[in-house]
């Protein structure tokens, strides 16, 4: 699977507490994402925030799916196709996170990939579960 590094940056956000990161890249039609945060916090938990996807076509910014996300990486799916961007609302407790987005490009469409990522899905969540 190759996938490519679409966004990535480091927010400081003990600084400057803020309500939500709009992430500025335009999504189109993708199905899949990589999403990776890394963060620092005063103590150990599961759960960085969660992350809407935002449809931009669509007048007052519809909402077409919202999903929480935990510390490291993790596929996301997203229903709505379209362009959409993702916004980020960060738990109160984060200090510094990097937040890192990579889409999946498919050397041969043809191929159905569906059972290879949920077995990667399948092999992160036991990571996690372990650590």
């Known amino acids: ?27 189109i039609d993708e199905k899949s994402l990589i999403i990776n945060i890394e963060a620092t916090s005063s103590r150990k938990y ?12 669509y007048p007052n910014k519809l909402i077409a799916s919202s999903q929480v ?26 200090e510094k996170a990097t937040i890192t987005i990579k889409k999946i490009i498919e050397i041969f469409p043809d191929l159905n990939i569906e059972p290879t990522l949920q077995r990667i899905e399948n092999k992160i969540d036991s990571i996690l579960e372990s650590n």
């Open 46 to 57: 599961r759960s960085a925030g969660k992350i809407d996807q935002v449809v931009i076509d």
């Open 1 to 27: 699977m190759e996938t490519q590094v679409v966004f990535k940056n480091q927010y400081r956000l003990d600084l400057k507490k803020v309500e939500f990161v709009l992430i500025p890249y335009l999504f």
């Open 69 to 94: 996300v935990r510390f490291g990486s993790q596929l996301l799916e997203f229903p709505q196709k379209g362009r959409f961007q993702l916004q980020f609302f960060p738990n109160y407790y984060l």
